[in-house]
C-alpha cells in the first residue's frame, strides 16, 4: 500500500526547518512531498538544499487549504494520502499503525492520530485532540477538547475507535475515497473543510477512525493564529456552508436559523468585550453566506444520514452547565451519562 506525506506550505521556512526532518526520519514507507502555495521566502531553495529526496509541488498562488490540496494532490500517486501541517512533530513508527488499519479495515477511509500539544507535550492540542464530533448544531468538539478546555492526557484515550471527523492537522485518507468525494470543497479556503469532508464521506457510509498509537506533536496556530479575525470570519461562514451541504432536509432550515442565533448571541459577546473586529467578522460571514447558499445547497449529496451528532448542544452543556471533560458527558461508548 503506497503512502505518501503531503505537507502544504506558504513561507514556512521556519516551520519546514523545525519539523521536515521528524517526517523525513520517521516516514520510510513514504514518498514526500512539500506542496507550496506560491511562498516569497526561500522554502523551496531550503528544501533542494537540505532534502533532495523531498518532491516539490508548485501551485501557482496562495490557494488555502483547501484549493490548494486539491491542485496539488492531482500530482500525487499513492493509495493513501497523508496531509500533514508544516507544524506537526512526528514520532517513530507514526505511520505503521495507520497503514495497519487501511489494511485491515476496507469500510475505513479518514484516520486521525494522537494528537498532542507540541509546546506542552503532556496536554492534548486543540486541532482534533483524540478525535472530533459534533452537535446538533453543527459546533465540533473533541476527546481532549470542548472549546477552550485542553485535556491533560492520561491514557484515557488510548484506542481506536470510529469518530465523526478528523483534524486536517493530520489527515488519512484513501486516495480513491477522495476522488470519489472530489476534494476538499474549494469555496471553503481554510477552516472546517475536513469536518465536511468527513461529514460526506459519512454520508456515504465510510467510516472515520482514530489511532492513539499514531502520535504526533502540533504547534496550532502557525499560519493563522487562534485570535485572528479572519480566523473567526472561516469558521463561522463554513460552519454555515457545512450545515446547508450535509444536514438531514427536514432539519436543515431549524438548525440553520438555530445556528444563526447561537451566532448573533456570539457576535454580541465580542461587541460587548470589545472585540469588535471579530463582530463585524460574524457579520461579514453571514453576508458571505447569504451570497454561497445556493450554489452550496445545491452540492447537498443524495443521502444524509440523519444521526450525524452525539448530542443536541455542546453550547448548553459547556457554557450553562459548566461541564468542561469530554468523558463526564460520555461513556466509553458515547452514550450520555445521567
Known sequence: MRIAVVILNWNGI?????????????????????????????????????F???????????????????????????????????????TEHWLKPILETFENEPKTAIIQPKILDYKRKEFFEYAGAAGGFIDEYGYPFCRGRIFDTLEKDNGQYNDSREIFWASGACFFIRSSVYNELNGFDDDFFAHQEEIDLCWRAYNKG????????????????????????MKTYL????????????????????????????????????????KFSHFWAILKAHGAFYRLFITNYKKRGQFQN?????????????????????????????????
Request: hydrophobic share 40%; aromatic share 12%; no cysteine.
Open 14 to 50: 521556519l516551520l519546514l526547518e523545525k519539523f521536515l526532518p521528524s517526517v523525513v526520519q520517521f516516514s520510510p514507507e513514504a514518498t514526500i512531498y512539500v506542496a507550496d502555495n506560491a511562498s516569497t521566502d526561500d522554502s523551496i531553495s531550503y528544501i533542494k538544499a537540505f
Open 52 to 90: 533532495p529526496s523531498v518532491t516539490i509541488i508548485k501551485n501557482n498562488s496562495n490557494l488555502g487549504f483547501a484549493s490548494g490540496y486539491n491542485e496539488a494532490l492531482k500530482q500525487v500517486n499513492a493509495d493513501i494520502y497523508a496531509l500533514v501541517n508544516s507544524d506537526i512533530e512526528v
Open 206 to 229: 465510510y467510516k472515520i477512525k482514530y489511532n492513539s498509537e499514531s502520535v504526533v506533536y502540533h504547534v496550532g496556530g502557525a499560519t493563522l493564529e487562534q485570535g485572528h479575525p
Open 235 to 274: 469558521n463561522f461562514r463554513n460552519s454555515l456552508l457545512m450545515l446547508t451541504k450535509n444536514l438531514p432536509k427536514e432539519k436543515l432550515y431549524s438548525i440553520l436559523f438555530g445556528r444563526m442565533i447561537l451566532d448573533g448571541i456570539a457576535a454580541i459577546q465580542f461587541l460587548t468585550q470589545g
Open 306 to 338: 440523519k444521526k450525524y451528532y452525539e448530542i443536541r448542544s455542546i453550547v448548553f452543556l459547556y457554557f450553562i452547565k459548566k461541564i468542561r471533560l469530554f468523558n463526564a458527558i460520555f461513556d466509553s461508548k458515547l452514550n450520555i451519562k445521567n
